[in-house]
């Protein structure tokens, strides 16, 4: 038994990471980066988010406007699993930034609009059983979104009516940084 047990040992160890890279294959490395990148500027993330599903939906788009390819359906779920995961992403996101009151006012009507747009164009392909699962997913995705981003709208007016922002001075001339003497 003993003999067994480093055997066991590596093994799960060579698992472990092939586990963890199955779960980010939703994001290619630069959108990884992009979001890295965007994290410390709520705004600007959650357009990152409406980009990369915009991205997403396009090239579901994009297989259903040209003639069919073998594997059309396959790719469609692929895509939408995709979506799905982003979504959940996006909506995690909303749900950190809404407690902690981040100022998220400037994309939220971006973000209401796209999940109009997102929701009747996962509806447009033809009903069939290798990805309507994943289209249900993508589409309940799509609603919490919503739902979440309503919601927002409405948390983040009161809050910042109650609490505004301070407003940063207009003109507001750089401070020069005196000159050190220069020796010869």
């Not at 038994?1 to 040992?9: D, H, K, T």
């Not at 909303?94 to 009747?120: C, M, N, Q, V």
Request: aromatic share 6%; net charge negative.
């Amino acid at each position: 038994m003993l003999r067994r047990l480093p055997f066991v040992i590596v093994i799960l160890a060579l698992a472990l990471p092939l586990c963890a890279q199955a779960n980010d294959s939703a994001l290619s490395e630069r959108e990884i980066e992009q979001l890295r990148e965007s994290a410390y500027i709520p705004n600007d993330r959650i357009i990152l988010f409406i980009k990369l599903l915009d991205t997403r939906d396009k090239a579901i788009q994009e297989l259903y406007a040209h003639p069919r390819k073998p594997g059309r359906e396959q790719d469609t779920h692929d895509l939408m699993a995709q979506f799905t995961s982003i979504a959940d992403e996006l909506s995690d996101n909303l749900d950190d930034y809404g407690p902690h009151h981040r100022d998220i006012r400037k994309s939220l009507p971006k973000l209401l609009d796209a999940t109009e747009r997102w929701s009747s164009n996962l509806k447009q392909p033809p009903e069939n059983s290798s990805y309507d699962l994943a289209r249900k997913l993508a589409l309940e995705a799509i609603r919490d979104i919503r739902e979440e981003a309503s919601k927002l709208i409405d948390d983040q007016k009161a809050w910042f009516a109650a609490h505004p922002p301070p407003k940063e001075p207009d003109n507001v001339p750089a401070r020069e940084v005196p000159r050190q003497p220069q020796m010869n």
